[in-house]
């Protein structure tokens, strides 16, 4: 069995400035978005429509603000509603930890909706432009968790290869599944590729986001199965964890605005 290499969570200490890895992946991830966005604005589809990468930078500052604040007040109201309740103002010490993505996408779709009202853009032809870019965010955000050793998987076969020990469970070294590098794998690196191949290609509005919803709900839905739950949540109804719960509805409405937008595409004009 392999051994968590126990990473110190601070890769820079400047005096009393903590350069953290978790955020480091962060700027990773948002730097990876201007780069592909900014190769995405270029394409003919795009350029026909007026996209720029002023538009690029724009829509990154309120995706950001979209992120920070629907990722933090979605892990209050999804993991730990009674908890913050009762300490309102631990909503705003992010330091502390706890992020979901499932809040920081509602952030972001808000985000891009106000975007959209003040350039003029329909929600899914902004949404449509980002959703190829944003994978590789998750996968670089999945790294920063198996860095700081946390998010660990579920028990697994000893035998294994790839089985994990994470001291910070205080299991007594039960062998794990490294989830979160299976999430890096397949919502991360799998669902981009998947994403872009299809995106290279003119689509009607609203079948790229369609695809983004049911790509990432079915690959977090099936990497739930080998991801430890929350030890103060736990399992929900049909054994399912609380990111499976969140994610069927992801699947769903993906789904549905995939059908809507190709419907939409077909009527006559």
Known sequence: MLVHPQF????????????HWYGITYLIAFGLFLWLASRRVRMPQHQAVGWTRQ???????????????????????FYKPDYYIQHLPEVFAVWKGGMSFHGGLLGVLFALWVFGRKRGRSFFEVADLIAPCVPTGIAAVRLGNFI????????????LPWAMIFPQAQDGGIARHPSQLYQAAGEGLLLFIILWLYARKPRATGQI???????YGALRFAAEYFREPDDFLGLRALNWSQGQWLSLPMILAGAAIFVWATRRNQRPA
């Not at 700081?148 to 035998?159: I, T």
């Open 55 to 77: 538009d690029v930078d724009d829509v990154l500052f309120y995706g950001v603000l979209g992120v920070v604040l629907g990722g933090r007040l979605g892990y209050c109201l």
């Open 8 to 19: 110190n969570p601070i890769a820079v200490q400047l005096g009393p400035v903590a350069v």
């Open 209 to 215: 986001s369609g695809v983004f919803m049911m790509g």
């Open 148 to 159: 700081n050793g946390e998010l660990w998987g579920r028990p697994a076969p000893a035998d």
